[in-house]
């Protein structure tokens, strides 16, 4: 079975700062795909950035980006200038390949972004 | 387009009673997933179909909890009778994956369903 592990359960930063999140995993597979999903206070889930595993480019969405690693088992997500609304917890998530694309989550870190 | 639809938002009852919750897919959307949120965890997976068949019931403590999808497209979750650990939110998703021009595999979450167990 795949694991997942947000070492950080909380972090803070302050408006306009960058953060970085971490997240590593636990796989013998080799095909695979990983997202970072945000879950905002009593708002739905929604899909921040995903990484197939056979790309080495890092992917980038506007704000954020990820450092992927994929022999030390790491995926990072860094939200550069910070914005209030990015508070919420943030989910970092893996999904085998050809195992029906169920997602497999972390238990999540809490950010708070303050004035 | 319309987003993944669930119902009740809100559900309280007591241990040993029974519930029922309501999820509505994207339109066209062939694979529909339901998980289960505990306070303070990740998501975890209850039961995916795909169509109106189910892929994965591994994680689904089926003594309690079952769940179809009618015509492959609104799914029912249930669970009788419940139990105080069953407190939690109900999240579905689906995608658009298992459709013969549609490969990808993301997913797309409704607002969840919140059980409180008393």
């Known amino acids: 079975a795949q694991t997942v592990t947000q070492s950080q359960p909380e972090m803070s930063v302050q408006e306009a700062e960058t953060v970085t999140l971490s997240c590593t995993y636990d796989?013998?597979?080799?095909?695979?795909?990983l997202f970072w999903y945000k879950q905002p206070p009593s708002r739905q889930m929604i899909l921040v950035i995903r990484q197939e595993a056979y790309k080495q480019q890092n992917a980038t969405e506007n704000r954020f980006s990820v450092n992927f690693q994929k022999a030390a088992k790491s995926f990072s997500l860094k939200i550069s200038d910070s914005q209030l609304g990015d508070t919420a917890m943030y989910f970092c998530?893996?999904?085998?390949?050809?195992?029906?694309?169920?997602?497999?989550f972390g238990k999540g870190t809490s950010l708070l972004v303050t004035p | 387009e319309a987003g993944v639809a669930q119902s009740p938002r809100y559900k309280i009852i007591e241990k040993r009673q029974s519930v029922a919750f309501w999820c509505n897919p994207i339109?066209?959307?062939?694979?529909l997933y339901w998980y289960q949120q505990i306070l303070g965890q990740g998501p975890k997976l209850l039961i995916q179909?795909?169509?109106?068949?189910?892929?994965?019931d591994s994680q689904l403590p089926k003594d309690r909890f079952s769940a179809e999808r009618l015509k492959g497209v609104d799914s029912t979750l249930k669970i009788q009778p419940a139990k105080l650990e069953d407190s939690a939110v109900y999240l579905c998703a689906s995608s658009p994956f298992g459709l013969a021009d549609k490969l990808t595999y993301e997913q797309y979450f409704g607002p969840g369903t919140r059980l409180t167990v008393t």
């Open positions: 998530a893996f999904m085998k390949q050809n195992s029906g694309y169920a997602l497999n």
């Open positions: 179909f795909q169509n109106n068949g189910v892929v994965d």
């Open positions: 796989t013998s597979e080799s095909n695979y795909y």
């Open positions: 339109s066209g959307h062939a694979t």
